[in-house]
Each structure stands twice: as C-alpha cells, then as structure tokens.
C-alpha cells in the first residue's frame, strides 16, 4: 500500500512512518523542511510541503464532473 503522510516528523507521524516502513508500505513523508531523522529506506520518499508558504497553498482545481448516467454500473 502507497501512503502519503504528512506531519511525517512530529512526535506521532515518525511512529506512524517508522510501523508502515516495517510492514512494508511505500511511504511519501511530507515535512515543512523536506528533512527528517527517520533511517533511509528504499521504501521512504521525502517531500517538502509547507503550508505557510504562498506557493504552496495553491491547489490545481480541476472541475469534478459526473458521468454519463450509462457509465454507471
């Protein structure tokens, strides 16, 4: 399973990253610095995202559409 977590460094999310590492989880850590203490892991991909920073706020919005009522099962 592929997860992304975010607060990957503070008190709970390093134990939360730390448990899925060790069950074998793909782990996306997402920290305010793009740093954290945890060991390296082939497993562990570290990203920065800080969400005072301006830039980081913007989402792409894209449009939630239905469709076609003969698409539904």
Same mark, same amino acid.
């Given at each position: 399973?592929?997860?992304?977590?975010?607060?990957? &460094?503070?008190?709970?999310? =390093? %134990?939360?990253?730390?448990? @899925?590492? =060790?069950?074998?989880?793909?782990?996306?850590?997402? &920290?305010?610095?793009?740093? &954290?203490?945890?060991?390296?892991?082939?497993?562990? &991909?570290? @990203?920065?995202?800080?969400?005072?920073?301006?830039?980081?706020?913007?989402? %792409?919005?894209?449009?939630?559409?239905?469709?076609? =009522? =003969?698409?539904?099962?």
């Amino acid at each position: 399973m592929k997860f992304l977590l975010i607060g990957a &460094t503070d008190m709970i999310g =390093s %134990r939360i990253t730390a448990e @899925a590492l =060790s069950r074998g989880h793909e782990v996306t850590a997402a &920290t305010r610095s793009g740093r &954290t203490a945890l060991p390296p892991d082939p497993a562990l &991909t570290v @990203a920065a995202l800080d969400a005072t920073v301006p830039a980081a706020r913007r989402v %792409r919005r894209q449009p939630v559409t239905t469709p076609p =009522s =003969s698409a539904m099962p």
